[in-house]
């Protein structure tokens, strides 16, 4: 088993930052991708960036392109997100997800691929 445990999401204004950590824990050697998915009610979970660990596949949604950066701390077994100028629409639950599988590309990545999850950290931006 793998627990995934999320931290940093908050409040912040439009055009601010945050950084968002998960820390994996349990059978740590058991899973080759980890990705942050967010959600929204009434919307389906999405991928946002993926990182693949036995590789050097990092993935990005068009929409977090060049303002979300995703990485890992292989010693602290934790996976970061740093969001720059976030906007409003970057509001959810953000979720920390780890796979038994390699990354594929970001789309085509479902949340059915992920077997352990966080129990997730919300990301309120403002207008």
């Known amino acids: 088993q793998v627990q995934l445990d999320e931290s940093g999401g908050g409040s912040v204004q439009a055009g601010g930052s945050l950084r968002l950590a998960c820390l994996a824990s349990g059978a740590t050697s058991g899973y080759h991708c980890l990705a942050w998915f967010r959600q929204t009610p009434g919307k389906e979970r999405e991928a946002v960036a993926s990182?693949?660990?036995?590789?050097?596949?990092?993935d990005y949604i068009d929409s977090v392109k060049s303002r979300f950066t995703i990485s890992r701390d292989s010693s602290k077994n934790t996976l970061y997100l740093q969001m720059n100028n976030l906007k409003p629409e970057d509001s959810a639950m953000y979720y920390c997800?780890?796979?038994?599988?390699?990354?594929?590309?970001?789309?085509?990545?479902?949340?059915?691929?992920?077997?352990?999850w966080g129990q997730g950290t919300r990301v309120t931006v403002s207008s």
């Open positions: 997800a780890a796979s038994r599988f390699n990354c594929y590309p970001i789309l085509d990545q479902a949340p059915d691929d992920y077997t352990w």
């Open positions: 990182f693949g660990i036995h590789g050097p596949l990092i």
